[in-house]
DNA sequence: TAAATAATAGTAATTATTACTAATAAGGAG
DNA sequence: CTCCTTATTAGTAATAATTACTATTATTTA
C-alpha cells in the first residue's frame, strides 16, 4: 500500500510552487538545504511515481522536466538555454481525432513551441550592439 | 570550411532511407557491417551538424531521434516501445501567432502525439486475452 | 604532388538516470 | 501506546546516452 513520505510532498511542493518546470536535479537542489539528507534517487523515484499518479505531468527532452498543472496546455521552451514556460493555449480535442489512423491508438498529444526566451533574446541583443 | 566526409554522406542516407526516426545508436548500427570502422562519435557529431545545417531534423526525446522529412509535420510517438511515426497533419502557421507573448520570439512548434503502436496494441491484446 | 587542416577512429570522460541494499519510518494490529 | 510488517529512504554503484580529447587519416587547395 502506498504510504504518506515526508520527502514526497516537499519533493511535491517544489514542483508546485516553482515556475521553471523543474528537472530532477533542480529538484534536489532547491531541497537540499533543507533536507540535506534527501537523495537524487529519492527525487527520481518519486517524480515518476507521481507521475504515473497523475499527480504531476512529465515533459520529455534531453532532460525531463515535470509539471504540477494537470490540465493539458501547451508549452515553449527556449532553444538557447533550455527554459521551459506554460502557454495558455487551449486543449484541442478535434486533433486527437486527425491523428487517429494506421492503427495506432492516440491518447493525447504535447505541443511545444520552439522559440528565444526573453533573457536570452537580450542577451543576444547586447551581444550585437556590442559588436 | 566544410569539407566533403563519406562518413557523413552515408549517415544521412540512413537516416533518409529510415522510416523509424532513427537514433544515433540505431544509425550506427545500420551502418557497422559495411563500415567496421566507424565510430559511434562521428555519428553523433555528423548528426548533430547536419541538424544544426537544417539538412537533418532532430526530435527531443530521452533519446535523440533524426527525420530527413524537413517540411514541419507531427509525429507520434508509443508510449511503449518509445517508436515514432510520421504524421500527415499539415503545419498551421496560425498556432505560431497564438503562442506569440511574454517577450519570446516563437520560431515554431513541435506536434507530438502521444499513443500506442499497431504492435505494441496487438501485443496487449493477446496478454489479455491470455488472462 | 605536397602542405594545411577538417574529419575520423578509438578511447576516456561526463551527464542523466536507474538499480541495489542496508537502515529508517509509516501505519495497522494487538 | 508498543510491536511488527514492509514501503520508503539514503547512499552508493551501475548503466545509458552523449560529449570531449587526441593521434591519425583524408579532403582540398596551391
Known sequence: MQRFSQQRERIYEAVR??????????????????????????????????????????????????????????????????QVADLALPYDPALDREAVGGGWAVTGYELVFNGVCPTCGAEQLSENQRV
Chains 1, 2 share one sequence.
Open 17 to 82: 510552487t516553482s515556475m521553471e518546470h523543474p528537472t530532477a536535479q533542480m529538484v534536489y537542489d532547491a531541497l537540499r538545504p533543507e533536507m540535506p539528507r534527501l537523495s537524487l534517487g529519492t527525487v527520481y523515484r518519486n517524480l515518476h511515481q507521481m507521475a504515473q499518479e497523475g499527480r504531476l505531468r512529465e515533459l520529455e527532452g534531453s532532460v525531463a522536466r515535470f509539471d504540477a498543472v494537470l490540465p493539458p496546455h501547451a508549452h515553449i521552451r527556449c532553444v538557447r538555454c533550455g
